[in-house]
């Protein structure tokens, strides 16, 4: 075709896709590019009557996660493609028609990840030959679509709400604990979705605050957020928490209570003057005051542990007043903040996990340390099994969540010649444990207190 025939579009356009039911998209043109490319996620091959097909889900609305296009085609090739990045990968191609204004043909194309990209769709050169040229300083030369158009376009893709919208916000899906809590919620018909802390990141504005998530995908519409935070990541986590309320999602554990559980120190100090009984602490700066520190918890045996340690780690255990002082003044000696604790040699390596929920100890377990180990951690090698608590421990399992206000608390207590002393509160309690100990659906009941706190009904 002469060039005086070719007609001019700009540098951005809409396609559809008949074929796979996509009725509009945004593709980036891009001469320098030889083959086309889509955004697709969750890519499967399957097979139809032994030829190889690809299953693939299309987000064609940037920032919106919440339309999903499920699409199938045959398999046209497999080839290497270098990235924006440099780097090569193996892309499978497809064959399809493209509609771009009123003129259709096909085109092949690679299905890539282009979460991180601005458009979903890039049409490269391959596409371009014979048929346009590029007017890089226009867009939407075609056809041009309102956001109300879009909308309209779009309508039927959006599902009638009938549950509420619930983010985990943690750092691995893998673990037990996370995937009962997205099982049980999805078993209550509600949408939840898995939001890695690390790959989320915020924008602070008084008129238009936002949260935004791996490449640009805005996330606002949330009714809940059940944070599961492990330690290294607290000061961010809770910075993020505190932007979900912000906007009016119901977080299960504020910030401001997960960040008073993880300082043992400040806990421990809140427990003591709300006359909850503990084990005695102490805590010093300088290692002149290394042996009255240990004096004043009783002399060794004695436990020293990490202001931030979760799941047992961080904690030690000193049989000696001579192993005392030096474990403690190697830990200051690298500026290390630790509490000294007296050690209850009568509860023989045992502890009780209380499970608190809204008020309520919804479940409880006994922890045995394994032969030769203190720490009765189950990640610590502990043995669990169900237990009955006294009235006395279940009021102090109560009252000590409800001091860090914490709605979802793990409430540990040991059993002393004194009587029940607190050890610790877990703003993040793991549910493998105790639920296997006493066969409750943990995740469930706390997906319930979501509900009565929302007065969410079916």
């Known amino acids: 075709m002469k060039k005086d025939q070719l007609k001019i579009i700009g540098s951005e356009e809409w396609c559809t896709f008949d074929e796979f039911g996509i009725p509009a998209i945004k593709a980036r043109i891009d001469s320098g590019a030889k083959t086309s490319s889509i955004q697709a996620n969750n890519i499967k091959i399957i097979s139809k009557e032994t030829i190889e097909w690809v299953r693939f889900e299309v987000n064609p609305i940037q920032d919106n996660r919440s339309i999903v296009i499920t699409c199938e085609s045959k398999i046209h090739d497999k080839r290497m493609v270098k990235s924006s990045s440099g780097i090569s990968e193996q892309r499978i191609v497809i064959k399809t028609p493209v509609t771009i204004g009123d003129v259709t043909f096909e085109i ?231 509490l000294v604790q007296e050690f209850i040699k009568e509860a023989n390596g045992q502890d009780i996990r209380c499970f608190v929920v809204n008020g309520k100890v919804v479940a409880s377990m006994q922890r045995q340390a394994a032969k030769g180990e203190f720490r009765a951690n189950i990640h610590q090698g502990g043995s669990a099994s169900k237990i009955k608590i006294t009235s006395q421990e279940r009021k102090l399992a109560l009252k000590a969540a409800k001091i860090l206000n914490l709605p979802v608390a793990g409430v540990d207590i040991i059993r002393s010649n004194k009587g029940p002393l607190l050890l610790e509160v877990n703003s993040s309690p793991g549910l493998e444990g105790i639920e296997g100990a006493t066969g409750l659906d943990i995740a469930n009941i706390m997906i319930e207190a979501i509900e009565k706190k929302l007065k969410f009904k079916r």
């Open 108 to 338: 092949e194309l690679t299905l890539a990840n282009r979460d991180a990209m601005e458009f979903r769709m890039l049409l490269g050169r391959e596409a371009l030959i014979d048929r346009y040229m590029v007017n890089p300083s226009a867009s939407y030369l075609e056809t041009d679509y309102t956001a109300e158009q879009i909308a309209e376009k779009y309508a039927p893709f959006i599902k009638e709400k009938s549950g509420l919208k619930i983010a985990l916000l943690a750092s691995n899906p893998g673990l037990y604990s996370n995937k009962r809590i997205v099982e049980a919620g999805m078993a209550r018909g509600h949408e939840m979705v898995f939001l890695n802390v690390e790959q989320s990141y915020m924008k602070l504005d008084a008129v238009e605050p936002e949260i935004r998530y791996r490449g640009g995908n805005i996330i606002d519409a949330f009714d809940a957020i059940i944070p599961r935070i492990k330690p290294s990541v607290t000061f961010y986590a809770c910075a993020l928490i505190r932007q979900f309320d912000s906007m009016g999602a119901y977080c299960l554990n504020s910030a401001e209570a997960i960040t008073q559980s993880r300082d043992k120190l400040l806990a421990t100090q809140l427990f003591a003057k709300h006359d909850i009984h503990i084990p005695i602490t102490g805590f010093a700066k300088s290692p002149l005051d290394t042996k009255d520190l240990i004096k004043l918890v009783n002399g060794a045996p004695l436990i020293i542990k990490l202001l931030e340690s979760t799941q047992g780690k961080g904690v030690v255990l000193a049989e000696t007043n001579k192993a005392a002082e030096s474990v403690i003044n190697a830990f200051k000696s690298v500026q290390t903040n630790i």
